[in-house]
């Protein structure tokens, strides 16, 4: 994976639209689970894409440094093996006196490829240096959106159970009216009433059968007494 495709990836990543993959979820819970899971797991392959290129940097330091350890390094020795050509030659050995020279330039060559790979690498470790900090700053904002994403699922999952409990009690005020009790009592009170109303009606009969048996009754008895005096009449007469 190359420093351009990883920056891409974790600068994609950090600026996910968190909104509206919200305004998308058809059951908030479980998609927003879903979500945070595999957010969750584009962090932390981030985190690993980064930690290569990090420790690539590192190594990339590692050898830088040790280049420009070499070439003091080489420097001293070329210097030291000039000055005991020097010595050699004064001495009057000029054979040791130029091979310590050639050991001199042997190590002044050391001194410059080492020095040469060091400046080399110089730009390199400045760019990735600048690459290590942008996908640091990357990651660090995926972690607040993921944050971010943690509240928002807590407050839509609230608003969801919310909206569903007012629905329920909707439905059932709904179900109230359409249904409403208060008819089947007036219903109910009018059979009442009507069964009242009969049982009235058979008092009054019966209380009318009564009395029209009481006057015949008072009647019978007129017409007896009547019967009787008229024979008493006629016994005197």
Same mark, same amino acid.
């Given at each position: 994976m190359t420093k351009q495709t990883i920056l891409g990836r974790v600068a994609q990543l950090a600026k996910a639209n968190i909104n509206a #993959?919200?305004?998308?979820a058809e059951d908030p819970q479980k998609m927003l689970d879903q979500l945070i899971r595999d957010y969750? *797991? *584009?962090?932390? $392959?981030? +985190?690993?894409?980064?930690? &290569? &290129?990090?420790? *690539?940097?590192? #190594? #990339?330091?590692?050898?830088h440094r040790e280049d420009v350890e070499a070439a003091g390094e080489?420097?001293?020795?070329? !210097?030291? /093996?000039?000055?005991?050509?020097? $010595? !050699?030659r004064a001495a009057g050995s000029g054979a040791e006196a130029d091979a310590f020279d050639r050991l001199a330039k042997v190590a002044l060559q050391r001194q410059l490829q080492a020095g040469r790979e060091a400046k080399d690498a110089e730009p390199t470790i400045a760019t990735q240096g600048e690459v290590v900090d942008k996908l640091k700053t990357g990651l660090d904002q995926m972690k607040v959106k993921l944050t971010e994403l943690h509240s928002r699922r807590d407050q839509l999952v609230a608003r969801a159970k919310t909206a569903q409990a007012q629905s329920q009690m909707l439905d059932a005020a709904e179900n109230i009216n359409v249904l409403d009790p208060t008819t089947e009592l007036s219903r109910f009170e009018e059979i009442?009433?009507?069964? +009242?109303?009969? /049982? #009235?009606?058979?008092? $009054?009969?019966?209380?009318?059968? !009564? +009395? /029209?048996?009481?006057e015949r009754l008072d009647s019978m008895g007129d017409a007896a007494e009547i019967e009787a005096r008229l024979a008493a009449l006629k016994a005197h007469a």
């Open positions: #993959l919200l305004d998308q969750g *797991n *584009n962090i932390s $392959e981030a +985190e690993q894409a980064v930690a &290569t &290129t990090i420790g *690539n940097l590192r #190594l #990339l330091e590692q050898d080489w420097g001293i020795k070329a !210097l030291a /093996a000039s000055r005991k050509a020097d $010595e !050699l009442v009433r009507r069964e +009242e109303a009969r /049982a #009235l009606g058979k008092q $009054e009969l019966a209380d009318s059968s !009564l +009395e /029209a048996q009481f």
